[in-house]
């Protein structure tokens, strides 16, 4: 259960940071060539450094989230004799 808090909790993060995202790329693109350059430009940046950060962490959890689902069925399975 706590990794789902964590997950969720991150993922309630990333959406606050996207809206910094969002403004930022609204206010820095007409100083760029292109949208790519806005992005680099984004990731240097302190909240772009932390979207990266909870982007990579909320994939973590999506695999831990996953493992532990499938034991969870293969347990069940296996308590059930279907193998």
Do not use: C, F
């Not at 996207?18 to 206010?27: E, I, P, Q």
């Amino acid at each position: 259960m706590k990794i789902a808090d964590y997950y969720a909790k991150a993922g309630e993060q990333a959406v606050a940071l996207m809206r910094v995202h969002a403004a930022y790329y609204k206010a820095h693109r007409p100083e760029h060539k292109s949208d790519a350059s806005v992005e680099r430009s984004w990731e240097l940046t302190d909240e772009g450094l932390k979207l990266m950060e909870l982007k990579a962490k909320m994939k973590s959890y999506e695999h831990k989230l996953s493992a532990i689902r499938t034991l969870l069925e293969v347990a069940s399975n296996e308590s059930r004799n279907n193998y």
